[in-house]
């Protein structure tokens, strides 16, 4: 049978040839997904040392990282719009050159100012590395198996987020903290030739106007998405007189992107797209349980600390236990959700973020670090569950030429809810210890701050829930989404 096949359609059918060229792929799109979250982690552990060899206060230093998560939040859903309309392979070399080519001068800058910059490059490289990643999956992996490679993506990420600290502890002390970012290129050009040999061609967007690319509107979402993370991180104070006018300025900008979006001919983002269910819930609840797990990145550092008082060793040890179940548990979920359907993992894994949040609220500082562990595990298991099941749920039947756009607003999501976790979580653990200065506070303070910080998030991921069992509630008395007169989210 296989004498009488076309030359050119034989490697296509048969499988020994295809099983070799989709492990390429998955290693390529995982390397691109590594190298963003291991950007962000390692950076985190050398400010102290930068911040000496640049002569640079904390809240200087802090611009390192600021910057790069700045550049990746206002510009992720740009990136995956243009992803789209000019073809994603195309974008995604381009981004992994850029942040390859900025991870170097971040290791050879001189000041902090061509360091911050430098970060800001590399961020724009890492928005177009995660919001096309994520959308080559629905083109590239056969439907029965998306939910294991989102599972494989997540636990790449978590991986990055894990092997951070350690990785840039162990540089920093052998060979100094230009070491955190020049350890990045190879690792860079690598993915880069990866991406070359593996992935397919994108086949630019074939609806109306697919051409056009609308500046405008990116520009002004751009500017909104930059006004709200400046609101949330400027000096620590998400509520200070700064930021209120900056959040002032981040409604306006809101305002004018709207009424652009609804004007222009082919828009960025078509705000019609928001009335599929799917979408609008996977979005929200995808905020949500991210702000959960910054807030266990924020608040457990001084619970340790304060209430337990551990050395800063362990506390490095218990922080890292979250991460790393998260690692372990992405495979394994995004499997399982193949298998059961990503309706139930996505009810699973928000039920297990409330659960362990509930159980962190409650329990006493006497049962000591397991007291804590035990819950965060729980907390980090169900997230990494969630995150498969929900990135399929989502991207499993988007239409090809919109995979970029909706991959690129799933990942803003997750950063709107890391910045809003480590902004307005935190402000809401001082309040609730009541005091300003969490460091010197009493241990019994800190512990209530803690207990009531988890039990606002339990209620946070409660509401997202919610959502998502009425949602399901409405798709079996209806017919579904494909009943809905709103712009066609997915291919019918």
Not at 396 to 418: C, E, F, T, W
Request: proline share 6%; aromatic share 4%; net charge positive.
């Amino acid at each position: 049978m296989s004498s009488a096949s076309p030359p050119g359609t034989k490697p296509e059918r048969r499988s020994p040839t295809r099983r070799p060229a989709l492990a390429w792929t998955l290693t390529a799109l995982s390397l691109s997904t590594l190298l963003p979250s291991l950007s962000t982690s390692i950076a985190n552990v050398g400010l102290p040392s930068i911040a000496v060899a640049v002569g640079a206060s904390f809240n200087e230093v802090q611009w390192v990282v600021i910057a790069y998560l700045l550049a990746i939040t206002t510009l992720i859903v740009g990136a995956g719009r243009l992803g789209d309309i000019a073809g994603r392979r195309r974008l995604l070399l381009s981004g992994i050159a850029v942040f390859t080519l900025a991870t170097l001068l971040c290791g050879l800058a001189t000041n902090l100012p061509l360091l911050a910059a430098a970060r800001a490059v590399q961020g724009a490289g890492a928005a177009c590395m995660m919001a096309l990643s994520m959308a080559f999956v629905s083109e590239t992996v056969p439907k029965d198996r998306i939910g294991s490679v989102m599972g494989l993506l997540g636990t790449m990420s978590a991986v990055g987020t894990t092997l951070g600290p350690s990785l840039g502890g162990l540089l920093i002390a052998g060979f100094g903290w230009r070491a955190i970012f020049l350890v990045g290129v190879p690792l860079g050009l690598l993915a880069l030739a990866l991406t070359i040999r593996a992935l397919p061609a994108s086949a630019p967007a074939t609806g109306p106007a697919p051409h056009r690319f609308d500046s405008l509107g990116t520009v002004l979402l751009a500017i909104t998405l930059a006004a709200y993370a400046l609101a949330m991180t400027i000096d620590g104070k998400p509520f200070g007189p700064l930021a209120i006018a900056l959040l002032v300025a981040a409604v306006a900008g809101l305002g004018l992107f709207v009424i652009t979006e609804s004007r222009v001919a082919s828009p960025l983002l078509t705000l019609s797209m928001l009335r599929d269910p799917v979408l609008a819930t996977g979005l929200m609840t995808s905020a949500l349980v991210s702000t959960v797990m910054m807030t266990t990145l924020v608040v457990g550092p001084f619970h340790l600390a304060r209430s337990l008082d551990l050395n800063p060793t362990y506390v490095g040890l218990v922080m890292s236990a979250g991460p790393a179940v998260a690692a372990l548990t992405g495979v394994p979920a995004g499997r399982a959700t193949d298998r059961f359907g990503s309706q139930a993992l996505v009810i699973i894994g928000l039920g297990g973020v409330i659960g362990g949040s509930v159980v962190l609220s409650l329990m006493p500082t006497a049962t000591g670090v397991a007291g804590y562990i035990l819950p965060l595990v729980a907390v980090s298991a169900s997230y990494a569950t969630f995150q498969a099941a929900n990135n399929t749920a989502v991207m499993k039947d988007i239409a090809p030429h919109q995979r970029g756009l909706v991959s690129g607003m799933l990942n803003l999501s997750r950063n709107l809810g890391l910045i809003t976790g480590a902004s307005v979580m935190g402000a809401v653990f001082t309040l609730a210890a009541g005091t300003s200065d969490i460091t010197t506070a009493a241990p019994e303070h800190v512990a209530r701050g803690t207990h009531r910080t988890f039990a606002a998030t339990a209620l946070l991921v409660a509401a997202g829930l919610a959502a998502v069992l009425v949602l399901r509630l409405r798709s079996r008395l209806s017919s579904g989404r494909s009943t809905m007169p709103s712009f066609p989210l997915h291919d019918q």
